[in-house]
């Protein structure tokens, strides 16, 4: 450790060399983010000013989109802002920051997916408990319990990665900070981190992520009983999309966060990984979770109509106030 330097500042890797595909892929990243901020935003205002969709289910949707506006924006805009501008300078301040607030996020995204499955199979499977379970104080005290939770853990690994020493190099091979990055980067001994990281991913991710397919299994062996083949390719069709993409999160951020230290990835692939775990479920859960849902358009379709109505009708206001006064000139 004599020989150490203090690492006062990390660099991180942008989408590509050439400036060309460096500008295409930004451009397409922020497009992908502008369309889930979009996406969950409907949903918010939808599901807030629609009082029809005050039940438990739309309380989930609307956390679910507020949680996903922030967890997409704490890796993207800054990884298109690097690569366009080429400043790949992070503070570790700033490092620590993107790590706690990446860690919270996604530990309360599996926890809010874990929820949503209870919901629907407590709504499908037994509809007459459902607002004795379900109800408002349940929702409440689930979301505050996820949110301790996550903030619990998102604290004692950021504190935990940031008491080691770095010396190897801070060149970081990834978009944004990542544990699994700084631990190959630390001279210490990391056994603790690595055993903590397991630790957390056996007891939170796993646990939720068994909890989620057992509740869907069960949701889809009680539509298998329903006689309306109709109803069924619609239980199906809900279904399969929202077991897909928490697999798909799931099992890449397990493989980032978990492999052996002897499986290497190029940075290419490093960031490709990344990918599926920090983009893809925000971006698809307004449109798996919500913008299929027919209550949901309805409610959007009522909140387009009211904005338009109330535009019309301030544009009349202006147009006869603009008028009056030209009439009062003359």
């Known amino acids: 450790m004599a020989n150490s330097t203090l690492v006062t500042e990390f660099l991180l890797e942008v989408f590509a060399e050439t400036w060309e595909l460096r500008i295409l892929l930004s451009v397409l990243f922020l497009l992908v983010y502008l369309g889930s901020l979009l996406g969950n935003l409907t949903i918010i205002i939808a599901t807030t000013v629609d009082q029809t969709l005050n039940t438990p289910m739309y309380f989930f949707l609307r956390n679910l989109s507020i949680l996903d506006m922030g967890y ?102 990834q978009l944004f900070c990542d544990i699994p990055s700084l631990l190959r980067l630390s001279c210490s001994d990391t056994f603790n981190n690595k055993l903590l990281l397991l630790l957390s991913a056996i007891g939170l991710s796993g646990s939720c992520f068994t909890f989620i397919a057992i509740s869907y299994v069960r949701i889809l062996s009680a539509v298998l009983k329903v006689p309306v083949r109709g109803e069924r390719g619609k239980a199906f069709s809900t279904c399969v999309p929202h077991i897909i993409v928490v697999s798909v999160f799931v099992s890449s951020a397990a493989y980032a966060y978990l492999r052996p230290p002897v499986v290497t990835l190029e940075v290419v692939q490093e960031m490709t990984l990344s990918v599926f775990y920090t983009t893809v479920p925000p971006f698809l859960n307004p449109i798996i979770y919500s913008l299929r849902n027919k209550q949901i358009k309805e409610a959007v379709k009522k909140v387009i109509l009211r904005i338009t109505f109330i535009f019309e009708y301030k544009s009349n206001e202006y147009l006869s106030e603009f008028t009056r006064g030209k009439e009062m000139t003359k």
Not at 128 to 138: A, G, R, S, W
């Open 72 to 173: 997409i924006s704490v890796t993207v805009p800054n990884a298109c802002i690097n690569s366009l501008t080429d400043h790949r300078n992070i503070s570790v301040a700033g490092c620590a920051a993107q790590i706690f607030l990446f860690l919270f996020c996604a530990a309360v995204e599996i926890q809010f997916l874990t929820i949503m499955s209870q919901d629907r199979y407590v709504a499908i499977c037994k509809p007459l408990l459902y607002p004795v379970i379900m109800n408002h104080q349940f929702c409440v005290q689930m979301t505050l319990a996820s949110l301790l939770i996550s903030l619990i853990l998102a604290s004692v690994h950021t504190f935990k990665t940031f008491q080691l020493s770095f010396c190897h190099s801070n060149a970081v091979p």
